[in-house]
């Protein structure tokens, strides 16, 4: 076994992937002697979604839990869907989330000269000849799993396919007129085995390899040849691979190559309440039912982060659904379970008033201020405090006032007393209304003798309430976010018919503590009794806060439920 591989006896296997690998990495294993080197090839036709993240965790994880390496691969085969943003935004969003692949970077595009030659070298073999079936006929000539498939061009002499693909590459064909099939069983129960096409024509530029090439391999042929021309030990696939593992150890054994692979499955990550189909979300994007890729509603990697998602959650989220053969669904709460317990021990505690209206403490001295030291997280004391001040004039949240309460209600009425989060306990007056009956302004007196809220005669105070100082408070845009569909499986017939168009609701008139002003964006924050909430990391501004809601407070989600 190699120097660079661990011991076996370290190695905490977490699935039946690493135990396929334990056992290869043995003795008279089909690893033995090498390092685990795996390889996450998407295509860049979209943007990177949680469905990916899962994904991204298994080739990654896999080899960082072995001591081996892992590629990042663009699987660029098709000229027609990729774009060079899509590149940029899938490494920026694999780097986001934790993981390196150094100086592996590649693209399909780079083996597609040793693709052709392979090509040649099937033909040369007889096992592969060009046909000259239409799409419609060679459906319609398929078979059936008891009538093999046929086509009038699998006897054609090797010369002549070599002759007539060497053409197909110079461009003498149109799209369509020809392609060139792999030479295996007609009669095959797998009708991916049924001689599948390897190669079509598509004079389409290509975003690497400009008008170079006017054919391009498809991926089952693709897929195997760029693993083993990168000498990958374990390709690791989504459940849908299985019924093509077969054609990728076809190619992997009759075309010569510097690697044999592995190809393993494991089921994708499947989540209610959204869609993770690339179409789709493209179609959310260019209907304007979204902002674009990184609307923070979007399950997509940028549209999580945006919203204030950390790497953490996201792997954390993404470990703890396991690796299975068999696909499933996960509530979209376990997800913000995952955000919340992360932010519950990392984000600081602030106040923030999102529904603000004025509250007056009569007896509080005009002009004073007084400032009080904040413990900026419980949950970690060295993150250490930070000061707010205190005056006459504060703000709280309207629905901290009743005038004539409903029962059970222990805020702010007259007659009741409140705590004023860390400061004093105040007793409601009154309250002043405009011409339409609406309540403006809220009245109270303070207990100078409750400083840090605790009254010195040891009385009660039911309730707390959060507040910001009136005389520094900065002016917010807060963001709150809801389920995209109004289903839970919006797959099930057309999804946009499922759109909930109150899935967004801002507000415009907030107030938070002035120390946000020194906030980055994508900064993560407790906002008191509200949720947790991120720093907008494309329209906020020093002079222009926009706060986007992450995750509620309360939990639904019950682990192990």
Same mark, same amino acid.
């Given at each position: 076994m190699s120097e660079e591989l661990k011991g076996l006896e370290e190695i905490k296997t977490t699935s039946f992937i690493d135990d396929i690998i334990v056992e290869e990495l043995k003795d008279g294993g089909r690893c033995e002697g090498k390092q685990v080197h795996t390889r996450f090839?998407?295509?860049?036709n979209g943007y990177l979604h949680i469905g990916h993240a899962k994904a991204i965790y298994v080739d990654f994880g896999t080899a960082e839990r072995f001591g081996g390496i892992c590629n990042l691969r663009m699987d660029d085969t098709n000229p027609t869907k990729e774009d060079v943003e899509y590149v940029d935004a899938i490494q920026e969003d694999i780097k986001w989330l934790g993981y390196n692949w150094d100086d592996r970077f590649y693209y399909a595009s780079d083996y597609f000269e &040793?693709?052709?030659e392979g090509a040649i070298?099937?033909?040369e073999k007889g096992l592969a000849y060009v046909c000259e079936l239409t799409p419609d006929q060679m459906r319609e000539m398929r078979g059936d799993l008891s009538t093999p498939a046929t086509s009038p061009y699998r006897d054609r002499p090797k010369e002549e396919s070599?002759?007539?693909?060497k053409r197909m590459r110079d461009g003498e064909f149109e799209n369509g007129k020809m392609t060139l099939r792999a030479k295996i069983d007609l009669a095959s129960g797998n009708f991916n085995m049924r001689d599948p096409v390897i190669y079509r024509i598509n004079h389409m530029k290509h975003h690497r390899t400009g008008d170079k090439w006017?054919?391009?391999p498809?991926?089952?042929? &693709?897929?195997p040849f760029e693993d083993a021309m990168e000498k990958i030990t374990h390709s690791?696939?989504?459940?849908e691979f299985e019924d093509h593992r077969p054609f990728y150890d076809w190619v992997i054994q009759n075309v010569t190559l510097p690697g044999k692979p592995r190809q393993i499955e494991f089921a994708r990550l499947g989540i209610n309440n959204t869609v993770m189909s690339k179409r789709k979300l493209r179609a959310l994007v260019e209907d304007g039912l979204v902002s674009g890729w990184d609307d923070p509603r979007m399950p997509t990697i940028c549209g999580l982060r945006r919203r204030g998602y950390t790497p953490t959650s996201i792997r954390n989220f993404s470990e703890r659904n396991g690796v299975s053969k068999v696909n499933s669904t996960v509530e979209y709460a376990f997800l913000e379970y995952c955000l919340r317990e992360d932010l519950n021990t990392n984000a600081y505690r602030v106040m923030g008033v999102l529904d603000p209206i004025k509250l007056i403490i009569t007896n509080y001295p005009e002009g004073k201020t007084e400032e009080f030291e904040v413990e900026n997280n419980p949950n970690k004391p060295e993150d250490g405090t930070r000061t707010v001040t205190f005056s006459r004039e504060l703000w709280i949240e309207s629905e901290d006032f009743m005038e004539e309460p409903v029962k059970k209600y222990f805020r702010l009425f007259p007659g009741n007393e409140v705590r004023l989060k860390t400061t004093y306990i105040v007793k409601c007056t009154g309250c002043k209304k405009d011409e339409s009956g609406k309540v403006i302004e809220v009245y109270a007196e303070y207990d100078e003798n409750s400083r840090g809220g605790n009254a010195a005669d040891g009385r009660k105070v039911k309730s707390t309430i959060h507040w910001v100082d009136a005389n520094n408070a900065?002016?917010?845009t807060i963001r709150l976010y809801d389920n995209l569909f109004t289903v839970e499986n919006p797959e099930e017939g057309n999804f946009l018919d499922y759109i909930n168009h109150d899935s967004l609701q801002e507000l415009t008139n907030c107030k938070v503590e002035a120390g946000l002003k020194e906030a980055k964006q994508g900064e993560s924050f407790q906002f008191m009794r509200q949720g947790y909430f991120c720093v907008d990391n494309k329209d906020s501004k020093p002079d222009h806060l926009v706060f986007n809601r992450s995750v509620k407070l309360k939990d639904g989600f019950k682990p192990g439920t």
């Open positions: 090839p998407p295509e860049p &040793a693709m052709y070298e099937l033909i070599l002759n007539l693909f006017c054919i391009y498809m991926y089952d042929y &693709a897929h690791l696939c989504s459940l900065l002016d917010a």
